[in-house]
């Protein structure tokens, strides 16, 4: 079955560039969470918020492990976008 994609727009104020925004949405959204009431994410991998690199992390509860694939920013440096993958839709997968 082909993956299912969702799509979010969002202005993050108080940031100069795409790469910042994206930037500053990683570390607060991808490594800490979000701040929703659960525990952090623990961090699969290591690597640079915002970097080409890709990041996994386990989400406890519900046991999903997510992939951060590939970030890009547009050719005029304004806006920017995300693609992650869930590696297990189920904590028995």
Known sequence: APPQ????????????????????????VWESGGGLPVPPPLLLTSGNSGSDMLLERLQVPPFLREVLLRVDSDSDGRGCAAEYCVRNPGCLT
């Open 5 to 28: 994609l969702y799509t979010l727009r969002l202005d993050l104020r108080g940031c100069d560039s795409a790469r910042e925004a994206i930037s500053v949405w990683t570390r607060f």
